[in-house]
């Protein structure tokens, strides 16, 4: 049996959904399959999402930029959204029992020095990363219980 799907929606599927996906694989380990798709993907996973995550040990610099119909067909068992577009083009996926809506800013837009940007960069993922990691300790203390 595969283990439950938990899907993560963004639209171009190319910096929050992807570090989203980084970091819940991490926290939850195994017995989860965590999954990252967009609704309008770009076709690339940013290079400074690569970067910020590396900082914090999490290598996404294998990860794609997908489409959330390439899960159309799989049971997924819980979608979270990332942002607001995903979260209105959401289609409900077969065996989908939870689903969540958690938006954060999209640092692809900061402006400024390379710096400055890497900052925005940080921002977001340390943000994601304390919702994500939330998450995924309530899942698993469900699970111990």
């Not at 990860?63 to 997924?76: G, I, N």
């Not at 890497?118 to 309530?138: H, N, P």
Request: aromatic residues 6%; glycine residues 10%.
């Amino acid at each position: 049996m595969k283990p439950p799907c938990i899907l993560i929606l963004c639209t171009g599927n190319s910096c929050r959904s992807q570090m989203a996906e980084g970091i819940l694989r991490r926290a939850l380990g195994g017995g989860f399959r965590v999954e990252s798709a967009g609704s309008n993907p770009s076709g690339i996973v940013q290079p400074l999402a690569i970067r910020v995550m590396a900082e914090i040990g999490i290598d996404i610099s294998g990860h794609r930029s997908k489409h959330l119909d390439e899960f159309l067909t799989d049971q997924v068992e819980t979608v979270i959204t990332v942002c607001g577009n995903a979260d209105q083009a959401c289609p409900v996926f077969p065996g989908q029992l939870n689903r969540h809506h958690w938006g954060f800013d999209d640092p692809v837009h900061a402006q400024g020095t390379d710096e400055e940007r890497m900052e925005a960069f940080r921002r977001a993922r340390d943000r994601i990363r304390l919702v994500f990691e939330a998450y995924a300790a309530g899942r698993l203390e469900s699970l111990a219980k």
